[in-house]
């Protein structure tokens, strides 16, 4: 089976620096994305780790690390609108479904 | 270019009704998914299609719930005789490929179908 966890609800400032991470226990595995999600919205797809290490994209890095079962979404520079929902999935065996964690909640704060 | 679309966006019926939700993919992407979410969760997989293919049906909660995706593009998801448990936001998404291993296989998702049971 797969078991994704992420923390349910993160506070930050902006302007300042935020990690959200996500633990995966997976029967096989094939890929992990971040999701953004904002009320009442959508998914809408942030970043893609297949293989260990860092991807960058603007202020959004996302690491993996597979021998752990690990991966964070790293967010810089926040800003208000950045407050939404970020989503954890992970890609296991075969097919391309994917399993979602739960969800961490971010506030950005003035 | 137009994304995943999703009718109708809303939909309130009477318990024992059947409905039918709709999902049309990004144009030229082979797989489509639907997943069901719960307020405040992730999405949950229920079933997915290649071209017209259903290849795994094993998230559907019971035989009351049925996908089809006939011609390989659009796709209804069924939910005969309804019940209040059904209430959820139903979510399709759609990607270009299933097994690149790559980011084409990235799914994007529609605004989905909010259905209420009554």
């Known amino acids: 089976g797969q078991n994704i966890d992420q923390p349910t609800e993160m506070t930050a400032t902006e302007g300042a620096i935020v990690q959200i991470n996500c633990t995966y226990q997976?029967?096989?595995?094939?890929?992990l994305f971040w999701y953004q999600q904002h009320a009442g919205e959508a998914p809408t797809f942030l970043s893609y780790?297949?293989?260990?290490g860092l991807e960058e994209k603007g202020r959004f890095s996302s690491f993996l690390s597979r021998s752990k079962g690990y991966s964070y979404l790293l967010l810089k520079e926040l800003q208000m609108k950045d407050s939404a929902s970020y989503l954890c999935?992970?890609?296991?065996?075969?097919?391309?479904?994917?399993?979602f964690g739960g969800g961490t909640r971010l506030m950005v704060k003035p | 270019g137009a994304g995943v679309s999703q009718s109708p966006r809303y939909k309130v019926t009477k318990r024992g009704q059947d409905v039918a939700l709709r999902c049309d993919p990004i144009?030229?992407?082979?797989?489509l998914y639907w997943y069901r979410q719960a307020l405040g969760q992730g999405p949950e997989f229920l079933t997915y299609?290649?071209?017209?293919?259903?290849?795994?049906k094993s998230g559907l909660p019971n035989d009351r719930f049925s996908a089809e995706r006939p011609e390989g593009s659009i796709s209804t998801l069924t939910i005969q005789r309804t019940e209040q448990r059904d209430s959820a936001m139903y979510r399709c998404?759609?990607?270009?490929?299933?097994?690149?291993?790559?980011?084409?296989?990235?799914?994007?998702f529609g605004p989905g179908t909010r259905l209420t049971v009554l």
């Open positions: 998404a759609s990607s270009l490929a299933w097994a690149s291993g790559g980011v084409t296989d990235t799914q994007y």
């Open positions: 997976t029967s096989g595995f094939n890929g």
């Open positions: 780790n297949v293989l260990d």
């Open positions: 999935a992970v890609r296991g065996g075969a097919g391309n479904m994917l399993t």
């Open positions: 144009s030229g992407h082979v797989s």
């Open positions: 299609f290649n071209y017209e293919a259903q290849q795994d």
